[in-house]
C-alpha cells in the first residue's frame, strides 16, 4: 500500500535497538510499520498490505522464517517480498529462508548502503511483476473480448491455450517460452472484435463473400496488437496472423507454407483446430477422439506440420486430461 506516495516497509524484530536503527535509515524515503514478533507481523500485513517485509530470523516462539512461510501461504500476502535480517553469529539456513519464501538476507550489523540498495532493488522488482501480471490479466480479458462475437466459449480458450503449451514444450521450448504460448493464445482470435456481428453471428451457412470478410480476422488482430515493445503482446500478434495458415500453403492470410510460418502459429492451429473438433458447437455435435485424431493424421502436411501431428500423437493422454478438467459449460 502507498501512502503520500511513499511505499510503506513492515520492519519486524524482537530487539527495539534494531528497530530503531532502521527507522533512522528509512524513514525519510518510507512509511514504515513495527512488529515485535512473527504473529504481530503477519497480522499487521494482513492489515497494512506492506510493498516489503524486512524480517528478523532469530526472534522467540515463531522465526522470521516461520513467519515468512505464514504469509507465502495467505493469497492476499503471498507477493509481499520479505528481505531477512540476520546476525552474523546466528545459525542461520539460509536454504531455508529461500525455500520459504524469502527473496534476500542482509547481515547484521547493517550496512546503510547495503540495505537502502536492496529495499530498493526489490521494491523494483515488485513493481515490475506487478506490471507483468497486470499486463497478463488485460491479454487475457482482450482475449475473451472475441467470445462475445463467436460461438466459441471460455472454456474453449482456456483448453486450447493449456493444449498450445503442452504441445510447446514436447516440441523443445523451455518453461518460460511455453508459458508465454499459454497466456499469448488467448488471442488468437481477437481480430473477430473487427467483423460485422451479421456475419459472426449468423446461425446458417457463410456466403463466399462472407467468408472472405472473416478471412481478415486475422489481419485486424495483428493491427489490434500492433507494434510494441512487449514480446508476450508481439508474440500474441504472432499468433493472431498466423494462426490460419497451413503447412501446404493453403491457409490465409498469406498464403505461406511449411517452415516460412512461424512456429507458433502452427501450434496454435493444430491445439484451436483439435478443441474446435472435440467439442459442441450451435450448429454441430462434438466429434469423437479417435475421429478427430483420425483426421488430424489425414491433415498431417496438408493443414498441419507433421512434426506437430506427431507431437499430438504422443502427448494425447494429456490432452484429454485437460479436456476433462475444463469441460462445457452444458456437459
Request: aromatic fraction near 6%; charge should be negative.
Amino acid at each position: 500500500m502507498t501512502v503520500n506516495n511513499k511505499k510503506t516497509l513492515l520492519l519486524v524484530d524482537d530487539e527495539p535497538t534494531n528497530l530503531r536503527v532502521l527507522k533512522q535509515l528509512l524513514e525519510d524515503d518510507y512509511r514504515l510499520i513495527y512488529a515485535k514478533n512473527g504473529e504481530v507481523a503477519i497480522k499487521l500485513a494482513l492489515e497494512h498490505n506492506p510493498d516489503l517485509i524486512l524480517m528478523d530470523v532469530m526472534m522467540p516462539e515463531m522465526t522470521g522464517i516461520e513467519a515468512c512461510r505464514h504469509l507465502k501461504l495467505d493469497k492476499r500476502t503471498r507477493y509481499i517480498p520479505v528481505i531477512f535480517v540476520t546476525a552474523l553469529k546466528d545459525e542461520v539456513d539460509e536454504t531455508a529462508g529461500f525455500e520459504a519464501g524469502g527473496v534476500d538476507y542482509i547481515t547484521k550489523p547493517i550496512s546503510p548502503a547495503i540495505v537502502k540498495a536492496r529495499v530498493k532493488t526489490h521494491l523494483s522488482l515488485v513493481q515490475a511483476e506487478e506490471l507483468r501480471r497486470t499486463r497478463l490479466q488485460v491479454i487475457q480479458r482482450l482475449g475473451r473480448a472475441s467470445e462475445y462475437k463467436d460461438n466459441e466459449t471460455g472454456t474453449h480458450i482456456i483448453r486450447m491455450s493449456y493444449y498450445s503449451k503442452i504441445i510447446a514444450l514436447a516440441y523443445g521450448y523451455s518453461d518460460d517460452d511455453a508459458d508465454d504460448l499459454f497466456h499469448a493464445a488467448p488471442m488468437h482470435d481477437i481480430g473477430k472484435i473487427g467483423i460485422s456481428d451479421h456475419i459472426m453471428l449468423k446461425p446458417g451457412k457463410l456466403t463466399d463473400s462472407e467468408f472472405e470478410e472473416i478471412k481478415k480476422h486475422p489481419l485486424i488482430g495483428a493491427e489490434i496488437l500492433g507494434d510494441c515493445d512487449s514480446s508476450l503482446l508481439l508474440l500474441a500478434k504472432s499468433v493472431s496472423l498466423y494462426h490460419h495458415e497451413k503447412w501446404d500453403g493453403t491457409g490465409y492470410p498469406h498464403g505461406i507454407q511449411g517452415e516460412q510460418i512461424p512456429i507458433e502459429g502452427r501450434i496454435i492451429a493444430l491445439a484451436d483446430v483439435f478443441d474446435a473438433l472435440t467439442s459442441k458447437r450451435p450448429y454441430k455435435e462434438a466429434w469423437s477422439v479417435d475421429t478427430t485424431m483420425d483426421y488430424i493424421r489425414e491433415q498431417s502436411g496438408k493443414h498441419f506440420d507433421p512434426t506437430l501431428v506427431t507431437i499430438l500423437e504422443q502427448e494425447l493422454d494429456k490432452m484429454l486430461e485437460i479436456k476433462a478438467k475444463w469441460p462445457e459449460d452444458d456437459e
